[in-house]
């Protein structure tokens, strides 16, 4: 059973960082898109980052040279989001994604950001 797990989140002073990881177990593939999802409360589910299996990213405008996505080299299906000048509007829950043939979400890590 495929599984994504996120770390990581927390509480962080508007302008801080914080570094999120998203680990898969269960898979012998490699995702050919791995992406970054956030729902702030009262809001809707929203894209922040995507990685492809080719180290393509695109980033959400609202994150674009604040976050980056990134992937472990040795462990094919760990990703990262570093976080850096992070904002209240940042508050969310982020979400780890993975497609390969189907789509698999983790369970989310809460990052709030204090003004």
């Known amino acids: 059973q495929v599984q994504l797990v996120e770390s990581g989140g927390g509480w962080v002073q508007a302008g801080g960082s914080l570094r999120l990881s998203c680990a898969a177990s269960g898979t012998i593939f490699k995702f050919n898109v791995m992406a970054w999802y956030r729902q702030a409360p009262g809001k809707q589910r929203e894209w922040v980052a995507s990685l492809t299996s080719g180290d393509s990213t695109t980033y959400a405008d609202s994150v674009k040279g604040r976050f980056t996505i990134s992937r472990d080299n040795a462990a094919k299906n760990t990703m990262y989001l570093q976080m850096n000048s992070l904002k209240p509007e940042d508050t969310a829950v982020y979400y780890c994604?993975?497609?390969?043939?189907?789509?698999?979400w983790g369970k989310g890590t809460l990052v709030t950001v204090s003004s």
């Open positions: 994604y993975g497609a390969y043939i189907t789509t698999y």
